[in-house]
């Protein structure tokens, strides 16, 4: 890794190299951010006692130059980058995002500064293509042979578009299969360029889904309990969102407890047990049960019967459930072991 470090600081080098005059390399220097930080048109239009218009003119003509120089041959050292930058792209569905094309040609997490350099050999080679970064989309490197920055923004916004129609989240093996692509990879890295998705677990959705893109507590305990697909006590749903994927994921045992006793997607079963409402739980205590579970079959029931229907929706013991049922004030004996709901 250290050799395709040192493979694209020679390229960004050799291409400076082919700006002649200083204020040229200037200017490129500080709005790709070569030097450790990006500097707008007019920060630079004042350093240099120009105007912003001004800057962005040589700005424009640098780059005109720099990759007809490209196109050209005539910066020896961009070869061997752009074949490091293509192979990694190729193994990453032929584009990426800057910042995770960056980490994976360096074998680490990458600054600001060596991001800022591949975004600049991208920008001026003419075998890459560059998409810049705005409110949609990430800024980004492709493989100029499978598109340009409008063809591969178009592409995006399909995949957009089809997941916002599906209305729930979809894994890569759905997309492919309603997308004319070679290989499901390809989807992933080009949703990966979009700022309106995010995908967790192998599904993709809208950024706002908090399926996809937890951002609370209380959405990371819905996504776990909708994994899960049973109830969960709250010491286990501490510990399943320390071991998740969630990009925050350190929170003590006792806030998780607070959130599922606010949000009313969350049903106390049992002792520290959790369910989904969705799941068909609803709130209430043993008693609440048993008198909705009379309720509906309008007749007196047997004490095994009421028993067996508060099973399916509590985490109790038998013994809870019976010293319920000897509440005069809710129920009613009819016989030796039936019960009807009091009447008052």
């Not at 975004?119 to 003419?126: C, T």
Request: net charge positive.
């Amino acid at each position: 890794m250290e050799q395709n470090a040192e493979t694209v600081a020679n390229a960004i080098k050799g291409s400076l190299k082919v700006i002649e005059q200083d204020r040229e390399k200037e200017i490129i220097s500080r709005r790709f951010g070569l030097t450790g930080q990006r500097e707008t048109l007019e920060q630079i239009g004042d350093m240099l006692s120009i105007t912003r218009e001004r800057v962005r003119q040589l700005e424009k003509a640098i780059l005109i130059r720099l990759r007809v120089c490209s196109e050209e041959g005539e910066i020896s050292e961009l070869a061997a980058a752009e074949k490091v930058i293509i192979r990694n792209l190729t193994e990453t569905g032929r584009i990426a995002r800057v910042s995770t094309l960056a980490d994976k040609i360096y074998g680490r997490k990458t600054t600001t500064k060596e991001r800022a350099g591949l975004a600049f050999l991208g920008n001026i080679s003419s075998v890459l293509t560059t998409i810049d970064e705005n409110d949609q989309y990430h800024a980004a490197i492709g493989i100029a042979e499978y598109g340009t920055a409008p063809e591969i923004k178009k592409k995006v916004d399909e995949i957009v578009t089809l997941i916002k129609k599906n209305k729930q989240p979809m894994t890569l093996d759905e997309l492919d299969s309603k997308l004319n692509y070679e290989h499901p990879s390809h989807i992933e890295a080009i949703a990966s360029i979009s700022k309106l998705l995010a995908s967790l677990n192998g599904l993709w959705g809208l950024a706002k889904w908090p399926t996809v893109n937890p951002k609370n507590i209380r959405d990371k305990i819905f996504v776990v309990l909708e994994n899960k697909k049973e109830p969960m006590h709250f010491a286990d749903i501490a510990a399943a969102i320390a071991e998740s994927n969630f990009k925050r994921k350190n929170v003590t045992i006792q806030a998780i407890h607070n959130e599922l006793i606010k949000d009313s997607r969350f049903v106390l079963i049992g002792r520290g047990i959790y369910a989904l409402d969705s799941w068909g739980y609803k709130k209430g205590t043993v008693s609440d049960i048993i008198k909705d579970i009379l309720g509906k079959a309008n007749k007196p029931l047997t004490r095994e019967e009421i028993v067996r229907e508060v099973l399916h929706s509590r985490k109790v013991k038998e013994t809870t459930i019976l010293l319920n049922l000897q509440n005069k004030d809710f129920f009613e004996k009819v016989g030796k072991n039936s019960y009807k709901i009091a009447e008052k």
